[in-house]
Structure formats: structure tokens, C-alpha cells
């Protein structure tokens, strides 16, 4: 691929992650990037049963000097309603916590899916999602299960 085209992918990937942050929004939802990653290279010592357990999180690095490459590329959170039994009725009694990963074919590499692995195995994220295109310029949101 050359510069050019590489250039091309990267901007109409930015489209793309601008234009899922915006729908989330409009649902309700506080996104924010996310700017940590998920490291398995720290250990060495890990086999394929202890490979998801033992990554770590860590601060994303910059790539091509645009932004953070954080994994999965938005945090976002919205005010859960529960029964409250003080008032009878239902109140605000938390935050979902989702990630949110933009994907324009929906496919995520092995490497992702086990990052993907971690973090809902540790309880960063209460679930995962991936954003891909549509047709017609729809967004489909498709969760990603632990397992």
C-alpha cells in the first residue's frame, strides 16, 4: 500500500470513528477516546491457558503522530436506572461502562480478541462493542462475547 493510499484509509477511518461518536451521543451515551491498550508482551512466561490473564493495561503510544491508538478507540458510560426501595420508585444507581471499538468491516484481528478477552475477563468493560458500516451509511453495533 502506498503512502497515499495509507493517507486515504486513515482519514476515512477518522470519518468513520467521528461519525460513530456522534451517533453514540445522540443515544445518550458520554463517549470519550480511550487512550490506554492492553500489553501482553511485558511476560515472556505465559502459556495459551494463561495468556489472556496475564496482560496488563497501559498508556496507548502515538502512532504516525496523528493520536493515541488505545484499544478499543472509545470508553463510553450512561446512568443505569434500578429499583430503589428507600423511595418506592426507580432511581439512578450507577454507570454502564462499554468499549467501543470502530471497525468499517467488523472484523477483529486475533490479537484484538484477545485484548478483547482481558478486558471483559477483569472487569474494565461490562461489554464490548464493534461499530462497522452499514449499508446505506448505517452504523451496526454488533457485541462481542467473552469466550
Not at 31 to 38: C, E, I, T
Request: hydrophobic content about 30%; aromatic content about 12%.
Amino acid at each position: 500500500m502506498d503512502s497515499k493510499q495509507g493517507r486515504k484509509n486513515r482519514m476515512a477511518g477518522q470519518r468513520f470513528e467521528l461519525k460513530v461518536r456522534k451517533d453514540m451521543e445522540s443515544k445518550k451515551w458520554i463517549v470519550d477516546r480511550w487512550s490506554n491498550n492492553v500489553d501482553f508482551n511485558f511476560s515472556k512466561n505465559y502459556t495459551k491457558d494463561t495468556f489472556p490473564i496475564k496482560g496488563k493495561l497501559i498508556p496507548a503510544k502515538s502512532r504516525f503522530g496523528l493520536r493515541t491508538t488505545g484499544f478499543p478507540d472509545f470508553i463510553a458510560f450512561t446512568r443505569t436506572a434500578c429499583w430503589n426501595c428507600t423511595t418506592h420508585g426507580f432511581g439512578e444507581c450507577g454507570y454502564e461502562v462499554i468499549g467501543i471499538e470502530c471497525k468499517s468491516n467488523g472484523y477483529l484481528s486475533k490479537e484484538e480478541k484477545e485484548k478483547v478477552k482481558w478486558l471483559l475477563s477483569n472487569n474494565i468493560f461490562s461489554k464490548i462493542y464493534i461499530a462497522s458500516k452499514g449499508k446505506k451509511g448505517e452504523i451496526i453495533y454488533k457485541e462481542v462475547k467473552n469466550g
